[in-house]
């Protein structure tokens, strides 16, 4: 419909607004169409006195459902114009409740492939809530938000493209409501834009600043698009006057009332019985929900939209009986006396139902369509919200019909109204409702259609089958961490393991065989174990030479991650560690917590995979026995950063396919020399000891194995508790050595830790940069292959096929164990400059078994490649 058209449509001879401007002092000003849209009306609400009534919106003014249509649509056109047809394509469209849900569809429908969804008021059961907000000025505030899927709101998790998130208001006034909005959900769902709709931008000046000031705060665009502009100019003490004004009106109006009433017992007029009440059987399309409550896609707007005519005739054929296929003319339907004369409906309201908007809507524009010119076809819904009611043409609510809530709402009984039906001159209305509402108290005596057939000639009641998501199935049982002594040599209040136990399953192989499987793409690294590096006695000196050096170094590190943790998590975080290397950490931290201030914190461990995300199972037993926010993931050290992209992006896949919401991604680790992390106990690329070993020094626990053979959905990864090894155990040692320091090093972890609370701990993400420069400049073209710092060349060594191996110059002892490591291996040391890490491990690249020699030693030549020339591309 073309805006000359539309602009017809809602032009009145008298302002509706008039009436209230007069007596009150409130104004409208801004574009020339401002007053054609809106009207005001008073209310009895605490929080704002005036309402502005919109004339497309239809839910207070009946209108025609083109024209309302057509506003939100050529909104959506808009915003499709701005975002470009690919970006709205995956754009989400989100609406409010309850007088924005069709405005919000139909801007959907402009934009042609986005999904919608609305918030909404009724609780669904078996539909977990995937967020909420309150709106200020709204006669009833709380909102629910209850996609079917909840990856409609995710968005794509951090580093991968996020789609846009449209958010449709009738009015965008204060802000507040779309801000709290877009506040809570970038929390959870982080985007880089967001896209404001509604018909008026009524924003004082002071608000206008705050949507620039707010885009700032959360790092991304927003965006307003509006169909005209203007302010409510108020006078000081409107509140109280208007309160008032509404006070005055209703008692003249209740003693009216009265006086009618009494003439009425005295000389009884013969009430006319109301119009009986037809119902219409849509065949309502199967699996097309009802709106957008719980989600509505493209495909669902397909299948309406192939509905709709159909549809339409049985209304039609419905609203002329018998004499209706008689009166069929080039599909438009009439019913005639025998002279060929209209006797049908002339004036048809489809009526809605509070948050049914959409459905009804598209009804009554395929309605309009089958009955032609000759038949006024309007549109609009009930609601719950109170408005005063003026009969005066200068005032936009001009009567009310007040009848009980009939949907069995879950705040309890109570009044609904429907406004401008009664006097409007409608001789037939169809009342839309979904089956929820579709209810005794519908019919009653007192009831809405009761009510309607009052003032109508013609009642028909169409019922919309309220669409059920999937249930929700019932969750699995969960099973019990695992505690030592049965599983790992900690003790059992150390750390509960989330893991299944996988000992008696062979699943180790060796190394260059899964190197080749790995990289050959045959296989991923969970799904075997390496077989667990036996030291030489050389080997065990030197670990035990470097845990007697660096023992106070680690307490000292450990006490200031820890309080760190406890002073912006605390007071009594949960630590789940990363399984292993995180879990002797998350012991230490635990340990310190208790030692320095009395606490018995929970620690349990998790498995994390690389390209196959977190245990979710291990999840969702967290977030049944703890508060998912009081969550602090602990690991030892970070490399390049892979597992806190990998931790950042399985949380967030988690949420979106409905899991508990509220776990923190950051991770708390002992040393961060990649900067990938904000909380840590330093930043140095030193040795950790417990980097030299494997399970002998993590309660002789394996690395954690994910195969879909061994690891059901509703199971825990697994793991192998290594018994056999219990004569070779340093666990409790590696434990026992580090906090026998804590008092040592008390002092200066009290200095650190305030220190680093004031600092701007930003990730700088250095380490990651480095890996991309070494990768392409040795010709690996991968990054999982490079392994930088202490700890992660140490496992290079100990469980891959090495390559190479670049120590930073002058590095010193940290890298004695490194470079034993290596002799053994018969891999070369390369002395480089510029390194952020003390060394970096090279894994063979291209790796088959031809590339070490019998004794697995690494092989200057072998039949992945030629010479270091070859693979460096010098």
Not at 134 to 144: G, N, P, R, V
């Amino acid at each position: 419909m073309s805006e000359r058209a539309t602009r017809e449509e809602i032009v009145d001879v008298v302002w509706s607004g008039e009436w209230v401007a007069e007596r009150l002092g409130v104004a409208l000003e801004g574009d020339g169409e401002l007053q054609e849209l809106l009207g005001l009306a008073l209310r009895r609400n605490p929080k704002r006195a005036h309402l502005l009534v919109s004339n497309v919106l239809g839910k207070h003014v009946p209108q025609r459902p083109s024209v309302v249509h057509g506003a939100g649509f050529e909104l959506g056109e808009r915003v499709r114009a701005l975002l470009g047809a690919d970006e709205a394509r995956r754009a989400v469209v989100l609406g409010y409740a309850e007088t924005a849900t069709g405005l919000g569809h139909a801007v959907a429908d402009g934009l042609r492939d986005a999904p919608y969804l609305h918030s909404t008021r009724r609780p669904v059961a078996g539909v977990q809530q995937a967020g909420g907000f309150e709106e200020a000025h709204s006669h009833a505030t709380s909102h629910l938000l209850l996609p079917e899927d909840p990856g409609l709101l995710a968005g794509g998790g951090p580093g991968a493209d996020t789609s846009t998130l449209v958010l449709v208001d009738d009015e965008f006034s204060t802000g507040n409501t779309v801000l709290n909005t877009i506040r809570a959900l970038h929390a959870l769902h982080p985007r880089e834009r967001y896209v404001i709709v509604a018909l008026v931008d009524m924003r004082s000046p002071a608000d206008r600043d705050r949507l620039t000031d707010f885009a700032a705060e959360i790092g991304a665009r927003v965006d307003l698009v509006t169909r005209c502009a203007g302010t409510v100019a108020l006078p000081d003490g409107v509140l109280e006057r208007g309160q008032a004004l509404v006070a005055e009106q209703e008692a003249e109006q209740a003693g009216q009332a009265e006086q009618e009433a009494e003439v009425s017992a005295s000389e009884p007029p013969a009430a006319p019985a109301p119009a009986p009440v037809t119902r219409v059987d849509l065949q309502w399309p199967a699996g097309v929900p009802d709106g957008g409550r719980h989600g509505f896609t493209p495909a669902h707007r397909a299948a309406l939209e192939a509905a709709l005519p159909d549809m339409a005739e049985r209304i039609a054929a419905a609203l002329g009986d018998e004499a209706a296929d008689r009166g069929r003319d080039q599909g438009r339907y009439r019913r005639q006396d025998s002279g060929g004369r209209d006797q049908g409906p002339r004036r048809v309201l489809v009526l809605g139902f509070e948050e049914l908007m959409y459905a009804p809507l598209r009804l009554g524009t395929a309605l309009e369509a089958a009955l032609g010119a000759g038949t006024e076809v309007r549109y609009s819904t009930t609601t719950r919200s109170p408005v005063l009611a003026v009969d005066d043409p200068g005032y936009a609510i001009r009567t009310r019909l007040v009848f009980p809530a009939h949907d069995d709402p879950a705040d309890g009984p109570g009044d609904r109204y429907a406004y401008n039906v009664a006097g409007a001159g409608f001789d037939a209305v169809v009342a839309v409702v979904d089956s929820t509402a579709d209810t005794p108290e519908l019919h009653a005596p007192e009831g809405l259609l009761a009510q309607l057939g009052v003032h109508a000639d013609r009642v028909l009641l169409a019922v919309v089958p309220s669409y059920t998501p999937t249930p929700v199935s019932e969750p699995a049982v969960l099973p019990d961490p695992l505690r030592g002594p049965e599983f790992s040599s900690y003790a059992p209040e150390d750390v509960g393991w989330l893991l299944q136990d996988l000992s008696d399953t062979e699943l180790e192989a060796p190394t260059e065989e899964r190197e080749e499987a790995i990289q050959s793409g045959g296989a991923h690294y969970a799904e075997s174990l390496p077989v667990e590096y036996q030291p030489s006695a050389e080997y065990q000196a030197l670990f035990t030479a470097a845990l007697e050096t660096s023992a106070a170094r680690i307490a000292r590190a450990v006490g200031t991650v820890t309080e760190t943790v406890l002073a912006e998590r605390g007071p009594r975080p949960v630590l789940v560690s990363l399984a292993r290397a995180g879990t002797p950490v998350g012991v230490l931290m635990r340990r310190w917590a208790q030692h320095r201030h009395g606490l018995d914190l929970p620690h349990y461990a998790i498995s994390i995979v690389r390209g196959r995300g977190i245990d979710a199972t291990a999840l969702r037993w967290l977030a049944a026995h703890h508060d998912p926010a009081d969550v602090v993931f602990v690991d030892g050290w970070t490399g390049k950063g892979a597992i806190t992209r990998e931790l950042a992006a399985a949380i967030s896949e988690f949420e979106a396919s409905g899991g508990p919401v509220g776990f923190d991604p950051e991770i708390a680790v002992l040393a961060d020399p990649g900067g990938c992390v904000r909380t840590y106990g330093t930043r140095e690329d030193f040795l950790i000891p417990s980097a030299c070993l494997n399970s002998t020094v993590s309660g002789l626990i394996s690395r954690t194995v994910l195969r879909a053979d061994l690891v059901g959905p509703d199971d825990f990864h697994g793991g192998k508790f290594y018994r056999e090894l219990a004569d070779s155990d340093v666990s409790g040692h590696f434990l026992d050595t580090i906090a026998a320091r804590f008092d040592e090093v008390a002092g200066p972890v009290e200095a650190e830790a305030k220190e680093l609370l004031a600092a701007d701990r930003a990730p700088t993400w250095e380490g990651w940069a480095a890996v991309e420069r070494i990768s392409e400049e040795y010709g690996i073209h991968d990054v999982n292959l490079v392994k930088p710092g202490v700890g992660e060349t140490t496992r290079v060594l100990l469980r891959r096929v090495p390559w190479k191996i670049l120590a930073k110059r002058g590095a010193g002892a940290d890298l004695t164990h490194i470079r034993l490591l290596a002799e053994q291996r018969g891999v070369p040391v390369e002395e480089v400059d510029d390194l952020p890490y003390s060394c970096v491990g090279l894994i063979h690249p291209r790796y088959t078994r031809g590339a070490t020699g019998a004794d697995g030693k690494a092989v200057a030549g072998g039949s992945a490649v030629a010479d270091d020339q070859a693979v460096k591309g010098a």
